[in-house]
């Protein structure tokens, strides 16, 4: 055996036993450096051929214990020692063909196939600007996009009453990142009344104040996607390992998490260990903790560990000072009455607004027409009759999914669970109430139910919400939103 490499190896082990302790958090270090020399010592390096490392194992079994638990200290190790791009093949000796050394892999249906098992540059799902997730946590930071926008800085957020208890503790949070009793900070409103802006702001007045910190800002969405796909290329280590590194964790709508329920497990165990080991969490949803369905409890009383904080619809005051800013950072002042009429106008969204006032000024641009409070208005009018949207079942099914984070297959089942037997005699109630449909048609729609079953069930929302607030809450946003 090439002596380099027997050399280089051993300082790849030495490596890896020192970093044993950073590796598994509240365990027994010399239980943990036993259970590493009993496996490793018989593990020898084989070759190192262009970057190509065979490592001889004993069994099948000891290349996916080492693949399961040590992968991502190996690969620390490995790139440490021998630079980026290494590839890791293994010889199993285990019924080996005398004189032959076969390197083994396993696609996911457990057949050999002639490509190396690498060390890949990132788990699939993960952005591209996501560099090296396959390192342990404690050993070094990672270098990644925080995917956070310059715009949405505490500069540019405009307070008012409806947010001032909010950005006050976002502030704090930004001076002192998981050293707050506000950990997590989990801001939840209606759509478009800043709750991204807000937590985009704490991640960049972090990376400001602290630019060695890991911030990292994502979707709900994207982190089911990234979870699936770990999931699905057996990396569920590395994906934990990753997302256990970050300092700062601001996830945007977690509702979202409804219904999945191991991406909900995974959530569960990086939320725990980023929040034992003093990181900053911020969550935003649609919903309060206690609202959303379809979730952990164990998940919803994490959620309720920090500081939860409603951000209202801004007073027609704060709307005005927001369309001020927003204008302005574009070069664009207008009159007061036309500030005036649309603050009046934006009573729930000021983010489609500011999208009317730019069709407007490229209106008035194009037809070289003079900007006014006339043309403001019409163009408003046919922009609102454009998207008027018919109120139908589908639509009412859409909107309380939506409302409530399900799927429209769950509305339309048997279930008889809570979850989605009250989201179901909502949308009966609502289609009941702003159609013309008849019980059998509605029905129909409902996949296929009595029309007793939605006669019932419209008589129990209609005496239910007289009695329970939660109810009589579902009634009132469902309302809003449908109407709208």
Not at 278 to 300: F, H, N, W, Y
Request: aromatic share 8%; with cysteine.
């Amino acid at each position: 055996m090439d002596e380099n490499l027997m050399m280089i190896w051993q300082k790849c082990l030495q490596f890896m036993r020192d970093n044993l302790n950073a590796a598994e958090d509240n365990s027994d270090l010399k239980k943990l450096e036993k259970s590493f020399d009993m496996l490793f010592d018989k593990v020898q390096p084989l070759s190192l051929v262009d970057n190509n490392l065979t490592l001889i194992v004993p069994s099948d079994f000891y290349k996916e214990y080492i693949e399961d638990n040590y992968l991502s200290l190996l690969s620390a190790a490995l790139k440490k020692n021998l630079g980026k791009g290494v590839k890791l093949w293994y010889s199993v000796m285990e019924n080996r063909p005398t004189g032959e050394e076969k390197p083994v892999t396993m696609n996911m249906k457990g057949k050999s196939v002639p490509t190396p098992k690498m060390q890949e540059t990132m788990p699939q799902g993960f952005s591209a600007n996501i560099v090296n997730p396959f390192v342990v946590p404690g050993i070094r930071k990672v270098n990644i996009d925080s995917n956070l926008k310059s715009d949405y800085s505490f500069d540019n957020y405009i307070e008012g009453e409806s947010n001032k208890f909010a950005a006050t503790v976002a502030r704090s949070i930004a001076k002192r990142p998981g050293a707050t009793a506000f950990n997590p900070l989990f801001l939840h409103g209606g759509y478009g009344v800043g709750k991204t802006h807000l937590g985009q702001a704490v991640g960049l007045e972090v990376k400001s104040q602290f630019p060695d910190k890991v911030v990292l800002y994502l979707s709900s969405e994207k982190f089911i996607q990234q979870f699936i796909s770990a999931a699905k290329a057996h990396k569920q280590t590395e994906f934990a390992n990753f997302y256990q590194m970050v300092d700062v964790l601001i996830i945007d709508d977690i509702q979202f998490l409804s219904g999945k329920s191991a991406t909900q497990d995974s959530f569960f165990h990086i939320f725990d260990h980023l929040h034992q080991n003093g990181k900053q969490i911020i969550l935003t949803s649609d919903k309060a903790p206690a609202d959303i369905m379809d979730i952990q409890e164990r998940i919803v009383s994490r959620f309720k560990w920090g500081l939860s904080a409603e951000i209202k619809s801004p007073d027609l005051s704060t709307r005005r000072q927001i369309i001020v800013d927003k204008l302005s950072r574009d070069g664009i002042v207008l009159p007061g009455d036309m500030l005036d009429f649309l603050a009046a106008e934006a009573k729930t969204n000021v983010r489609e607004l500011i999208g009317v006032i730019n069709s407007v000024i490229a209106y008035s641009t194009v037809y070289k027409t003079d900007l006014s409070l006339e043309l403001l208005k019409d163009t408003i009018s046919k922009i609102a009759a454009n998207q008027k949207k018919v109120i139908n079942i589908p639509y009412i099914q859409e909107v309380v999914c939506d409302y409530f984070g399900i799927k429209k297959e769950q509305l339309l089942s048997k279930t008889r669970k809570r979850e989605i037997a009250l989201p179901r005699q909502l949308a009966m109630y609502f289609s009941k109430e702003l159609t013309n449909a008849t019980f059998t048609k509605i029905g129909e729609e409902m996949g296929g139910k009595d029309h007793s079953t939605v006669m019932y069930a419209c008589d129990t929302i209609k005496d239910v919400s007289k009695i329970d607030k939660e109810v009589k809450k579902y009634v009132k946003d469902l309302a809003e939103r449908i109407k709208k």
